[in-house]
């Protein structure tokens, strides 16, 4: 019997993957505000999703950038924020990470402050891990709350601390 759901798919690399370079990190979070605006960045419960990504690189090394949100209720705003929720707006929690050698970590977090604005919040996942090559890779989690006028805003606006 067959299945009519399939969970995955070929893409092509050439065309759906986007790199840049670690050198021009503006242009790097310009592409990433507008791929957080971008509907596929909602976060769904399907087999076959995954958080769009693209990859910022230097030298040999590459590091991943992922980007998602998530659409959430007026009362987890409160409780996330100790503040109350704008009224009127839909409300995300949005999540950045990159995962990376560790000598990039301090500039993927650069990155991550450009992309998202300073009152982001910064988690490094203490677990390192290998990659394919053996390299000691880390992964950098940041969240926060933004409205859907935050997500419009074409530089990065002051989301919450979430």
Avoid at 24 to 35: G, K, L, S, Y
Avoid at 88 to 113: D, I, K, N, Y
């Amino acid at each position: 019997m067959n299945s009519r759901i399939t969970t995955s798919h070929t893409i092509n690399a050439s065309t759906a993957v986007r790199r840049f370079g670690l050198g021009e990190p503006h242009r790097t979070a310009q592409e990433a505000r507008a791929i957080l605006r971008h509907p596929r960045s909602l976060i769904r419960i399907t087999p076959g999703w995954r958080a769009p990504s693209f990859y910022v690189g230097a030298g040999e090394s590459t590091a991943v950038v992922h980007i998602s949100r998530r659409r959430m209720s007026p009362l987890m705003w409160r409780r996330l924020s100790q503040s109350s929720a704008p009224t009127g707006q839909e409300l995300f929690l949005v999540t950045a990470s990159v995962e990376g050698p560790r000598w990039m970590s301090h500039s993927s977090a650069r990155l991550l402050e450009l992309i998202l604005g300073q009152a982001w919040t910064v988690k490094e996942d203490p677990q390192e891990f290998r990659d394919n090559d053996h390299q000691r890779q880390v992964r950098l989690t940041w969240h926060a709350l933004m409205t859907k006028e935050d997500l419009r805003a074409g530089d990065s606006s002051t989301p919450q601390v979430a």
